[in-house]
């Protein structure tokens, strides 16, 4: 069973009969009802008189679960009967107050919504943490982003989130290029002290900017993706009505069509382009860390690798070796192991070696 209830502010009586009839005129045929049927559906909680002569009525239509059998949803069969009732020469108009066939759609498109959300803000933390930017009310203010409401960083740290919980959604973008600075904010920075030179100027003002441009190239290519997903977010958070035009340009922003990719794509494309940019960097600034713990040790003719933690050094005397091909072999192997980077196989041996060369075996 599915509930709507309704509000009706109406000039004569307006009973139980009468507005069952109205609903039977468009499903009753359709789905083999009697008009004893449709107004069982229906329960009018209360009926109050008003100081100006007219009247409140508050009731309820409990549908059943009706098989469809033509393109026609329910949420449009809802959406026709409340026209012909507001059309009504006694209605005075009438607000919906509850709907479970909107709230069920409008849970399916909170549900993509916050996957998208948490993405965006997945990426965006990714950026500006890539660039040194704290995220925080001054890069806000730095690139023109407001706050959706005030918050307090120690909160905020403390659930494990950040500023972009707390920006307006079509901010997600905004991020592609800062404010232009006023004539007396340049003056303030060249009148800094610790300024060394024209050069120096020009690096403080580049700062200010996203550095890489695949990056600065992501949030221009969502920025147009932005509005149908937050007429959406605003629609389904104030319990709006869902227009068949406002879901369209919601699909049609999130999903891929013959001309262009959607927000979901954009944010697929960004971090591919990203591990194809840097996983083998990222995996060797891993791996050359990890090189440092190996420690060698050599009884007779035989290499040993043991690996220092610091405070302690676990020895390995299961791990035999001839020659320091050997060593470096089994050092390679177990950064390939230790060291992890999703859809990515190493090649990196050459360098590996390099390092084990200069921080492990020169110091023996």
């Given at each position: 069973m599915s509930i709507v209830k309704i509000q009706i502010n109406h000039t004569k009586n307006l009973n139980k009969e009468v507005l069952a009839s109205h609903l039977y005129n468009l499903i009753g045929e359709e789905y083999n009802l009697s008009e004893d049927d449709?107004?069982?559906?229906?329960?009018?909680?209360?009926?109050?008189?008003?100081?100006?002569?007219?009247?409140?009525?508050?009731?309820?239509?409990?549908?059943?679960?009706?098989?469809?059998?033509?393109?026609?949803?329910?949420?449009?069969?809802?959406?026709?009967?409340?026209?012909?009732?507001?059309?009504?020469?006694?209605?005075?108009?009438?607000?919906?107050?509850?709907?479970?066939?909107?709230?069920?759609?409008?849970?399916?498109?909170?549900?993509?919504?916050?996957?998208?959300?948490?993405?965006?803000?997945?990426?965006?933390t990714y950026i500006l943490t890539y660039d040194e930017k704290a995220i925080e009310k001054g890069i806000f203010k730095e690139f023109g982003v407001q706050l959706a409401e005030s918050y307090n960083n120690n909160n905020v740290s403390d659930n494990y989130e950040n500023g972009l919980y707390y920006i307006l959604f079509n901010h997600y973008a905004s991020f592609g290029e800062p404010k232009r600075l006023k004539a007396e904010q340049i003056s303030e920075i060249l009148q800094d002290v610790s300024l060394s030179d024209f050069q120096e100027f020009k690096n403080r003002l580049q700062q200010r900017y996203i550095s890489e441009e695949r990056h600065t190239e992501f949030l221009f290519s969502i920025k147009q993706?932005?509005?149908?997903?937050?007429?959406?977010?605003?629609?389904?958070?104030?319990?709006?009505?869902?227009?068949?035009?406002?879901?369209?340009?919601?699909?049609?922003?999130?999903?891929?069509?013959?001309?262009?990719?959607?927000?979901?794509?954009?944010?697929?494309?960004?971090?591919?382009?990203?591990?194809?940019?840097?996983?083998?960097?990222?995996?060797?600034?891993?791996?050359?860390?990890?090189?440092?713990?190996?420690?060698?040790?050599q009884e007779e003719e035989i290499w040993f690798v043991d690996i220092n933690y610091g405070t302690f050094i676990l020895k390995n005397d299961t791990d035999e070796f001839e020659d320091m091909d050997e060593v470096k072999n089994y050092i390679y192997e177990q950064l390939k192991d230790s060291v992890e980077i999703n859809d990515f196989e190493p090649d990196c041996k050459e360098q590996i070696d390099i390092w084990i060369d200069e921080k492990i075996v020169s110091k023996e």
């Amino acid at each position: 069973m599915s509930i709507v209830k309704i509000q009706i502010n109406h000039t004569k009586n307006l009973n139980k009969e009468v507005l069952a009839s109205h609903l039977y005129n468009l499903i009753g045929e359709e789905y083999n009802l009697s008009e004893d049927d449709v107004e069982d559906y229906f329960e009018v909680e209360n009926v109050y008189k008003l100081p100006n002569d007219s009247f409140i009525s508050i009731f309820i239509i409990d549908f059943p679960a009706l098989e469809h059998n033509r393109d026609f949803q329910p949420k449009d069969t809802v959406k026709s009967y409340l026209d012909t009732i507001n059309s009504l020469e006694e209605v005075i108009g009438l607000v919906k107050l509850q709907d479970d066939f909107l709230q069920e759609i409008a849970i399916q498109y909170f549900n993509k919504l916050f996957t998208i959300e948490m993405e965006l803000r997945n990426v965006l933390t990714y950026i500006l943490t890539y660039d040194e930017k704290a995220i925080e009310k001054g890069i806000f203010k730095e690139f023109g982003v407001q706050l959706a409401e005030s918050y307090n960083n120690n909160n905020v740290s403390d659930n494990y989130e950040n500023g972009l919980y707390y920006i307006l959604f079509n901010h997600y973008a905004s991020f592609g290029e800062p404010k232009r600075l006023k004539a007396e904010q340049i003056s303030e920075i060249l009148q800094d002290v610790s300024l060394s030179d024209f050069q120096e100027f020009k690096n403080r003002l580049q700062q200010r900017y996203i550095s890489e441009e695949r990056h600065t190239e992501f949030l221009f290519s969502i920025k147009q993706k932005l509005k149908p997903l937050e007429d959406m977010r605003n629609s389904v958070m104030h319990i709006r009505n869902l227009s068949d035009t406002k879901i369209a340009n919601f699909d049609k922003a999130v999903n891929d069509d013959d001309l262009e990719k959607g927000v979901q794509s954009l944010i697929s494309d960004f971090w591919t382009a990203e591990n194809k940019e840097l996983k083998e960097h990222t995996w060797l600034s891993l791996a050359e860390r990890e090189i440092e713990k190996y420690q060698l040790r050599q009884e007779e003719e035989i290499w040993f690798v043991d690996i220092n933690y610091g405070t302690f050094i676990l020895k390995n005397d299961t791990d035999e070796f001839e020659d320091m091909d050997e060593v470096k072999n089994y050092i390679y192997e177990q950064l390939k192991d230790s060291v992890e980077i999703n859809d990515f196989e190493p090649d990196c041996k050459e360098q590996i070696d390099i390092w084990i060369d200069e921080k492990i075996v020169s110091k023996e």
